[in-house]
């Protein structure tokens, strides 16, 4: 079945969480193929020493061990389209703690059972730790940059909005508005009057200067400004209300 460029486009907008097992899966498919580079990159790619080792028993261990792992730490239960800097924390965490209990596992079965020692396990586990998690964060990162593209360049029918603000109430503002079931709005950047934040980015949004609402305003088709900020005052409030006004924003 061929999918359109309009179906893709549907697909990755779309407010519907991919199911966990997939993530899931690809998860694992991500660290199998990074253990077996890793194993091939210690064997220094002999493949016919390869092929007559013991492979795919260590390969089978290690997908064992990741699979429980990351089943049982959750990794597949997050939305990726809203990855963070904590997923990517958890993702450190749960290839450290396969890369903990490998060994633990191999020896009692591979040198205990069958009696097989031919892999230097610790070398083959520090390339793959490197390996396998820059592959998973560059996945979440990826998908999420996608998302977030993807919605830039969707209809005009949703409103674009600015959030003045650089505070947490302003981030929860904004997360809110992109996990909204109707998902109505595309977040230009935010607004604030500091000068050490603008043209710095927030969870991939850029920061704009106060002063810049009017070229917002033309050049990216703004239409409200989200006022979230508590520590602004009255007066301060009066001057962006009024700015607002001139600039024919709504608020």
Known sequence: MIVSPATMKQILIS????????ILLVDLSI????FTLSYFIIKQFEFTEILRGHFFIYTSLYGVVSLAVFYGMGIHTGLIRYSNTHDMFRIFSAVSVISIAYPVVTYLV??????????????ALLVNFF???????MLRTG????????????TNTKVRVLIYGTDNNAILVKKALQSSSKDNFIIVGFIDTDRNKVDSYIEQI?????????KLKEKRNVERLILVNEQLGSAEKQLVIEKCLTTVLKY
């Open 15 to 22: 407010n519907k969480a991919v199911p966990r097992w997939v």
């Open 31 to 34: 660290l199998l193929g990074s």
């Open 110 to 123: 591979a040198y205990k059972v069958y009696n097989i020692d031919s892999l230097n396990i610790l070398g």
């Open 131 to 137: 390996i396998a998690s820059s592959l998973l964060i």
């Open 143 to 154: 998908v999420k940059g996608l998302y977030y593209y993807m919605q830039r360049i969707t």
């Open 206 to 214: 850029r920061v704009y200067h106060f002063r810049e609402l009017q």
